[in-house]
Nanobody
Framework: VQLVESGGESVQAGDSLRLSCAASGRTFSTNAMGWFRQAPGKEREFVAAISSTGHMTYYADSVKGRFTISRDNAKNMVYVRMTSLKPEDTAVYYC??????????????????WGQGTQVTVSS
């Protein structure tokens, strides 16, 4: 199983970015997927998650209204569109996939597979 993130860049505050996550090795279309981020010296934190069908989405309060998660099950891809970026959004962003059934979507323990991360740097 492999998750590969892409799309991270160095941008200015107020800019937009779209991160992509390509999943291979298993079909995750029947499972929730999520995005997390980790800033230097901080713990990995929840950003957004999406249900298997894409009908349900979940966001951290810090990104609600600015980030949009989506998925394309035909392509085994998950995306997060990030707008109005702020310096505090600077972090390594990780894609996560769930394989075993769970109730929650906001904890790192709710996911079984992780990508290697992609760096997003937002300058003021």
């Amino acid at each position: 199983v492999q998750l590969v993130e892409s799309g991270g860049e160095s941008v200015q505050a107020g800019d937009s970015l779209r991160l992509s996550c390509a999943a291979s090795g298993r079909t995750f279309s029947t499972n929730a997927m999520g995005w997390f981020r980790q800033a230097p010296g901080k713990e990995r934190e929840f950003v957004a998650a999406i249900s298997s069908t894409g009908h349900m989405t979940y966001y951290a309060d810090s990104v609600k209204g600015r980030f949009t998660i989506s998925r394309d099950n035909a392509k085994n891809m998950v995306y997060v569109r990030m707008t109005s970026l702020k310096p505090e959004d600077t972090a390594v962003y990780y894609c996560a996939a769930r394989w075993r059934p769970r109730v929650g979507v906001r904890s790192v323990d709710d996911y079984d597979y992780w990508g290697q991360g992609t760096q997003v740097t937002v300058s003021s």
